[in-house]
Structure formats: structure tokens, C-alpha cells
């Protein structure tokens, strides 16, 4: 567990299989999401690898205790508790009640490390899907830490949004309140070492056809075709997680997605899409865009909050995260100048064979300053 996909070592999650269902209505077979996606966070040292992002931490603890007036003699709702960290910094912020919810037996942790910060009055963990469970009443304020990479990924926020319509009072919080996904064009190394892998690949299947047929008499070159897009789809065309340098985003950011948490509904994430035009900052190589993004914990219109709190996952020199970028390599790489402007059609929609993975679509073309426009490019790439 925890090392599949492309994330760093102790990936936050490994759902690498067959789930259920791609849209928001298609059914989901609980036990095959179990097993692929909630198994991985019942282990303390997953929930530890999240707990020791200094950014992440810092930003829920700041969120919450820099507006404890959202949380004194209030009634939490903490969705997905994981280690029960946000149920506890909930209750040591003046909570008067916390429902700290947990799919996975992590709960029984939870449950100790509530009774050992004496806070077994305020705090009830239950054990149970969000979807499922039942609460004895509404919440003032709805608190999880839901994102994935590049913000969508895992479809946890499903959960949430579903928690908020069944137990959020009228005048209720949501921690965080808003979320944004960002894209920008990239320059990096993997692009060419990603086209070497995949070479090198091929290059020993067919050293492998060889001995097979010499070795043993079966010929099993009808299985090119197949193995090699197996192994294209996986080098070429799998999104990479990466904390790239501010340096290597080569042009302007753009905002693909804007999040109300307040408002937006599953059909409202359930695909993204967007254009964006972004222009090129130096003489370099396009290999490709980068996508990460933030969330903002502001209260409520009606009820803003007194501090408000940005955790982001943009690229950055000393506070990079778990959740890192994710990177979209285009092959080749281009030759970009200063002043080249690059368009792109962005789409973000859920696979059909697990509906906690993405697929994303990147249809661009790029304007010389010049005028000239050069070959559009379009390409598929899987968020695993
Ligand atoms: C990213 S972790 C965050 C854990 C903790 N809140 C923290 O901030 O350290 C998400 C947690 O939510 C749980 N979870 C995800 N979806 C859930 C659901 N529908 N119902 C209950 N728990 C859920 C997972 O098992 C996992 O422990």
C-alpha cells in the first residue's frame, strides 16, 4: 500500500485498481472502494506521512485557532478523521461538541488519542461511511482535510459535499470554504528521461522476443503492440507527482477550477473544464504543464473569518508538500521564446473504472509572438 501512482514514497493514498463506477451517479461497490482507496488510511504511518507535512498542518492549525470565534461553544462536524487531529484542535479551540467521523478502523486510534487529550466529553468518534452514518443534530461548522492530488483526485470531496447537505445548519462554516485548481506551462528533465524509460522499455521487449523465441520456441511478437501501449500509457502518459522549483513554471499561471464549498455540487466537479491562454516568461523548452492548487479558509459571506488562512500547493523552494504538483509531460518538448502565448483546452473528468482516479485532456496549440502558429498538440493523460 501507499506507494502507488506516482506519488513520493508513502503516497497519501493507492487506489491503483478497479473501483466503481465514473460519474457521480454511477454506483460505487463499496467493497472494491474499500479495498482499493479507505484500506490504505487504517495504517498510522500513512496517517503519520500527512501529519508531517509542516504546510498542511500549519494551515488547518492556523485556520483554526486564529478563528476560534467559528469554534467556541460550537457543534463540529469533522468529516474523514483520520488521526483526529482536526477533532481535536476543534475541541482545544472551544468546541462544545465534535462528530469525528472515520470510514476505517483508523476511528479506534482516533478514539484513544481523544481519550488521552481528556477530551472523551466533547469529542464522539464514529466509525462509519459519511454517507451512512447518522448524527443526533446539525453542525455549525463542517471541517476535513478532503483534497487529493491536484486537488480532485480521490473524489473525497463527494463525502463532504454530501455531509454539508444532510447536516450543515443554514448559517453553518465549511473549513476550508474555497478551493481553486491551477495550471501553468513547465520546463523539466522528466520529459526527456520519461521518452528514455519508455524507449529503453521497448528496446528490452524486443531483447525479450529474442531469447523467448530462441530459448524456449514461442514467438510473442503479436504482444508488441499491446505491451507497448501498456508501457507508453504508463510512461508517456500517466501524470507524475513532482515538487517542481518555482523556477521550472516557465509562464503565466491560470485558474482551471474555483470552488464554493459552500455551493458546488458533485455534477459541479464531477468533470472540469476549462480554457486558458498562458504566456511564455523565457527562451526555453515547453515539456509541458504542471497542475497543483490551494484552498482558502474565509468563513462565510455572513460570517467571515477573522484571519483568513491559504494553504497552497503551488511550487515552492522551502515549503513543499505531500500532495506536491502534478506534472503533464508533452513529447516532444517545444522550443518556447519570451512573449510566445500558449492556449489550452483543459478537461478534468473521472475514470470509468474507478471514479477516485482522473482522466485530463490537454488541447492546446502555441502562438508564436510573431503570429505564426505552430502544430496543435492534443493528449490524454491518466491521474493515477
Ligand atoms: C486525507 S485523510 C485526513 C485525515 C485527518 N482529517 C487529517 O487531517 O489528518 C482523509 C480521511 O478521511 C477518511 N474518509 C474518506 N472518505 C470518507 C468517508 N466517506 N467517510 C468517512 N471517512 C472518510 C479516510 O479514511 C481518511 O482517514
Known sequence: MGSFGNGPAGDR??????????????????????????CTYAFLYHQKEMLSDRVRMDAYYNAIFQNKSHFLGKTVL????GSGILAIWSAQAGARKVYAVEATKMSEHARALV?????????????????????????????????????????????????????????????????????????SGLADQKSNDFEGAMDDWHCFLEDTRISYGVDMSILTKPFSEEQKKWYLQTSLW??????????????????????????????????????IKCNTRLCGFSGWFDVHFRGRMEDPAQKEIELTTAPSVDNGTHWGQQVFLLNPAVAVSEGDEVDVSFAMTRSKENHRLMEVVLDGRLKQSSGNLLQPFRKLFYVE
Open 13 to 38: 493514498t493507492g487506489p491503483h485498481g478497479i473501483g466503481g463506477g465514473g460519474g457521480p451517479a454511477a454506483a460505487v461497490d463499496k467493497g472494491v472502494d474499500f479495498a482499493n482507496y479507505f
Open 78 to 81: 469533522d468529516v474523514g478523521t
Open 115 to 187: 481519550k488521552a487529550n481528556n477530551f472523551e466529553d466533547v469529542i464522539e468518534v464514529i466509525e462509519g461511511s459519511m454517507e451512512d452514518i447518522s448524527l443526533p443534530e446539525k453542525v455549525d461548522v463542517i471541517i476535513s482535510e478532503w483534497m487529493g492530488y491536484f486537488l480532485l483526485r480521490e473524489s473525497m470531496f463527494d463525502s463532504v459535499i454530501c455531509a454539508r447537505d444532510r447536516w450543515l445548519k443554514p448559517t453553518g462554516v465549511m473549513y476550508p470554504s474555497h478551493a481553486r485548481m491551477w495550471m501553468a506551462p513547465i520546463r
Open 242 to 279: 513532482n515538487n517542481l522549483h518555482p523556477n521550472q513554471v516557465i509562464g503565466t499561471a491560470a485558474t482551471v477550477k474555483e470552488i464554493d464549498c459552500l455551493t458546488t455540487t458533485v455534477d459541479d466537479i464531477a468533470e472540469v473544464r476549462s480554457n486558458f491562454s498562458s504566456i
